[in-house]
């Protein structure tokens, strides 16, 4: 049913699921680059489509809708949304009766700007588990959400300029969401700004924002890239403090490795005890592991799990 040559291939089709290169017809879960090139002809849901037009242009796009079954070669294609960022999705399979889930990155710790994840039962998962080491435990979201929050009312009070760094795809979105709603105006960096609008085009709302004017930050709280703070106009300015929000913020040498003065847990992955308890919703009988640790199918082995990481250089047939 599936055959995994450096990406997913449904068997005896040239259809693919998140391929790392460019093909003739792929699915793709969500807009992040690590799942997306510009196919021929991507299957994707209206959304991610959307965010791929203005990332990188498309050739050929069909629509899929959450929940709605797709043909395509004797296989049916339905989307889940995955509760990662803007328009993601579970992408699950169905030929004879049998059943494969692959997850894409998703997050079941709930989210201020994606789709409430939707878990089906599979036969076969195939799963992401970018966090999956033990250690890599999230604190509540309301309580990284008012850390957030806490991090830009003291950095006014102490006459600084509070900069929030993060991926301009997903993450920014979540700062502005949260920061906008607790009545802060923002300035946001342009790559996060044109994906703010696509957000806003699906009715998502983010308060008192523009895109980042040198000239104009008085009393602005800055959205930005990694990439920016390396830029002159940032490095050069004195009076601001910065908070990097990333998952890897679990590790305490992570802020000293991305120069910011503090970092916040803030994730669109699950962590640790979220794949767990994804892998027990989805219920399969063999799970494959990818984009993350090979360690992590041993600890879904220990909890009584067929598991196994699928293997980068591997082909292998795998229904
Ligand atoms: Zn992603
Ligand atoms: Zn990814």
Known sequence: MFVYERGIRLNGSNVWVDVG???????????????????QLILATEKTIAILKNRIGLNDAHVLRYGE?????GFSVTLYPAGHILGSAQVLIEMNGRRLLYSGDFNIAGSATAEPIEIPESDILIMEC??????????????????LV???????????????????????????KIIGAAGYAM?????????????????????????????????????????????????????????FLSGWAVDSGFRFRVRTDEALPLSDHADFPGLMRYAKQVNARQIFTTHGFDEFAYHLRQEGYDAQPLKKQAQLELF
Not at 21 to 39: F, Y
Not at 69 to 73: G, N, Y
Not at 150 to 176: C, D, I, N
């Open 21 to 39: 290169r460019k093909v003739e017809t792929c699915i793709v879960s969500h807009g992040h680059m690590d799942h997306a090139k510009k196919h």
């Open 69 to 73: 079954p797709f043909h395509l070669d």
């Open 130 to 147: 970018t966090f999956g080491k033990p250690h890599y435990r999230f604190p509540h979201r309301q309580q990284i959400e008012q850390q």
């Open 150 to 176: 806490t991090f830009v009312e003291r950095t006014f009070a102490a006459g600084k300029v509070p900069v929030v760094v993060g991926y301009a795809l997903g993450k920014s979105q979540e700062a502005m």
């Open 187 to 243: 300035a946001v960096h342009s790559a996060a700004a044109k994906m703010a609008r696509i957000y806003e085009q699906y009715g998502i709302v983010f308060g008192d924002w523009q895109s980042l004017n040198k000239d104009d930050l008085h009393d602005k709280v800055l959205i930005v890239a990694h990439h920016v703070t390396k830029t002159r106009f940032l490095a050069r300015m004195q009076n601001k403090r910065t908070l």
